[in-house]
């Protein structure tokens, strides 16, 4: 049930309107398509959860022999028109269904999706991605993106709080505070997906978890677990943790690389703060009240991101933190 209400969440125009025209996305993954269209050129791809259809288009404009364009949702239906429209009809086909359910005959080169949910885990679509590895995708193929890290940071943003709680101080000349702490349950209960600036942030980031898309398993995401330790890098209220990923698309390694580096010339979609704004903008958790940090104090805990038991593409957020002696959990 759960499910059906996802993809028919996704058979709305708006929400595809929302994600084509976030240039920053939208055009890293053409130019990721470009990069590696060698790798691409004669090959046959599967696009997971393809939408409208767009990145099918484009590995298909680059050349694809054929590429298997799936979607759960009735967007499918339109895809499959587009596809037609742009004369593509005998290279791309449109499967209507789940990759867990649908039938592709033969192994494919390369898998490209665009799973990335809210905090990177949010929808859960990356399950789907690993399925399609699993059951399609030839030893060395090529997955797009390949890597994907999360990464948090204490923020300070005192506007937010002005905005949402203080207000209440002085509501036309009516003292309305009573009304204060219902304001701070019902703005900071559940996290916010808002835009913030670097200067929101008080530390350099912590990295949650980092993805391989070639090796990282359905059963590595019921769980995510990490432990940071950070140190302010000003004198600043603390409002919260800020949660934003970036995405790599690397071709498939070679050779025996005991080191992961970034090459230099590697494709990068990012959600930082301080990168171009996208529709992913950045997760925020929020504390009830603001602590005070000094500059070079150190804050540090742990955060548990687990799949709900209720609806897996639903995301628990356990998060602990310490400071100056003082212990919260969140």
């Given at each position: ?201 008080l530390t350099w ?50 050779g025996n690389q ?60 356990h998060l602990e ?10």
């Amino acid at each position: 049930d759960f499910d059906v209400a996802y993809f028919h969440s996704y058979a709305h125009v708006g929400i595809h309107e929302e994600m084509i025209k976030d240039r920053a996305r939208t055009e890293t993954y053409k130019d990721a398509i470009t990069h590696h269209q060698s790798l691409i050129q004669g090959k046959v791809v599967v696009d997971v959860g393809c939408g409208t259809g767009i990145l099918s288009i484009f590995c298909a404009q680059a050349g694809a022999k054929r590429v298997y364009a799936v979607d759960a949702s009735d967007i499918a239906v339109q895809a499959k028109e587009v596809v037609k429209a742009n004369g593509l009809s005998d290279k791309v086909i449109v499967l209507h269904g789940r990759v867990e359910d649908v039938e592709i005959d033969e192994e494919v080169d390369v898998i490209i999706s665009e799973w990335m949910g809210y905090m990177l885990l949010y929808e859960s679509m990356l399950g789907s991605v690993i399925t399609a590895r699993d059951r399609w995708l030839k030893p060395g193929g090529l997955i797009l993106p390949s890597h994907a890290t999360l990464y948090m940071a204490p923020i300070s943003h005192s506007d937010r709080y002005s905005h949402s709680i203080d207000f209440w101080r002085n509501v036309y000349g009516i003292n309305m505070s009573p009304m204060m702490q219902l304001a701070k349950q019902c703005a900071f209960e559940e996290p916010s997906v808002e835009s913030i600036s670097g200067e929101n942030v008080l530390t350099w980031p912590g990295v949650v978890k980092h993805i391989d898309c070639q090796t990282i398993t359905i059963q590595e995401l019921d769980s995510v677990t990490a432990k940071y330790k950070l140190k302010s890098i000003m004198r600043a209220p603390m409002h919260g943790f800020a949660f934003w990923f970036d995405v790599e698309f690397n071709g498939p390694s070679t050779g025996n690389q005991k080191k992961r580096t970034i090459p230099s010339d590697a494709l990068l979609l990012s959600t930082a703060p301080e990168a171009p704004p996208t529709h992913w903008q950045q997760t925020i958790v929020y504390f009830y009240d603001p602590i005070d940090v000094e500059q070079d104090q150190v804050i540090e805990g742990s955060v548990t991101l687990s799949q709900s038991k209720e609806n897996r593409r639903f995301m628990n957020i356990h998060l602990e933190y310490s400071s100056a002696g003082r212990s919260f959990v969140k």
